[in-house]
């Protein structure tokens, strides 16, 4: 089994910055692709940006040029960092991995939301 822990979001005003965190721990043979996606109200969850082992990304054209996804495969970590940020970016966000062995995890969730 594989836990994921999110940390980083909160409140912060239109135009700012914000840094997610998610580090996996647990039985992880080897990950593959690890992602951020987010939920609005009322709305499906959609993709933000995931990046594979090989460090390949892939943005969303809501976040892209403004957002960057990294992670550290020796801490099983990876992070999203958010600038100029708009309301339209307030969701909940989840951490998601993709194993070696074909197996998929999401985190609990964080929360951003940005005011006007």
């Known amino acids: 089994q594989v836990q994921l822990v999110e940390s980083g979001g909160g409140l912060v005003q239109s135009g700012g910055s914000l840094r997610l965190s998610c580090a996996a721990s647990g039985s992880i043979f080897g990950i593959n692709t690890m992602g951020w996606y987010r939920q609005a109200p009322g709305k499906q969850r959609e993709l933000v940006a995931t990046i594979t082992r090989g460090t390949n990304t892939n943005y969303a054209d809501s976040v892209k040029g403004r957002t960057t996804i990294s992670r550290d495969n020796a801490k099983n970590t990876v992070y999203l960092e958010m600038n100029s940020l708009k309301p339209e970016d307030t969701a909940i966000y989840y951490c998601?991995?993709?194993?070696?062995?074909?197996?998929?995890?999401w985190g609990q969730g964080t929360q951003v939301t940005v005011s006007s």
């Open positions: 998601y991995v993709f194993t070696l062995e074909y197996r998929e995890y």
